[in-house]
Nanobody, 117 residues
């Protein structure tokens, strides 16, 4: 059974940095797309960043130039480096895994990121 476990959330002041990690287990993930979503109170869950099996990446406009997604296939781990954090980045961040063309999404439990001004 696929499991995703996030870590690295916390509270920082605006302009600070955090790195989120997501460890995957229960499968072989080299052919999975791995991503990060976030959900702020009262808002819908939104895609933040995704890294595909070919290591191509995509980011939502609001984090371009500040966030970097990467993966270490040998460790079944992907990372989200977040720099120059802003209060509007405050949300619960969720790790996601999906094989291309599959309708099945796997989710982690979420990790809270709080950015104060």
């Amino acid at each position: 059974q696929v499991q995703l476990v996030e870590s690295g959330g916390g509270s920082v002041q605006a302009g600070g940095s955090l790195t989120l990690s997501c460890v995957a287990s229960g499968g072989t993930f080299t052919n999975y797309g791995m991503g990060w979503f976030r959900q702020a109170p009262g808002k819908e869950r939104e895609l933040v960043a995704v890294i595909l099996p070919d290591l191509s990446t995509n980011y939502t406009d609001s984090v371009k130039g500040r966030f970097t997604i990467s993966r270490d296939s040998a460790k079944n781990t992907n990372y989200l480096q977040m720099n120059n954090l802003k209060p509007e980045d405050t949300a619960v961040y969720y790790c996601n895994a999906r094989r291309p063309f599959s309708p099945i999404d796997y989710w982690g439990q979420g990790t809270q990121v709080t950015v104060s001004s």
